[in-house]
Nanobody, 118 residues
Framework: QVQLVESGGGLVQAGGSLKLSCAVSGISVSVHTMGWYRQVPGNERELVADIRRSGNTNYAHAAEGRFTISRDDAKNTVYLQMKNLKPEDTADYYC????????????WGQGTQVTVSS
């Protein structure tokens, strides 16, 4: 059974930092593309960053230069380091695993809330 469990969210002032973690069980993160998404109530979920099996990374424009996605294969965990946070980064953040068979993100965590105060 595949499980993704996020942690690390919280309340932070603008300009501050947070590091989100996504602990994965039941499947190896090293052979899958992993992504971090975020969603503001009433809006669609949007991709923030992803990391490929090769280690290559991809960032949404809003995240470039401030967020870093990384992976610890030994811990089977994916991280999202967020720096210089802005109030517009406030959202629920979700970790997801891409299934090459179906061609979409099929596995999701429960989310962790990030609130950035101005």
């Amino acid at each position: 059974q595949v499980q993704l469990v996020e942690s690390g969210g919280g309340l932070v002032q603008a300009g501050g930092s947070l590091k989100l973690s996504c602990a994965v069980s039941g499947i190896s993160v090293s052979v899958h593309t992993m992504g971090w998404y975020r969603q503001v109530p009433g809006n669609e979920r949007e991709l923030v960053a992803d990391i490929r099996r090769s280690g290559n990374t991809n960032y949404a424009h809003a995240a470039e230069g401030r967020f870093t996605i990384s992976r610890d294969d030994a811990k089977n965990t994916v991280y999202l380091q967020m720096k210089n946070l802005k109030p517009e980064d406030t959202a629920d953040y979700y970790c997801a695993l891409y299934d090459w068979v179906t061609g979409k993100y099929d596995y999701w965590g429960q989310g962790t809330q990030v609130t950035v105060s101005s």
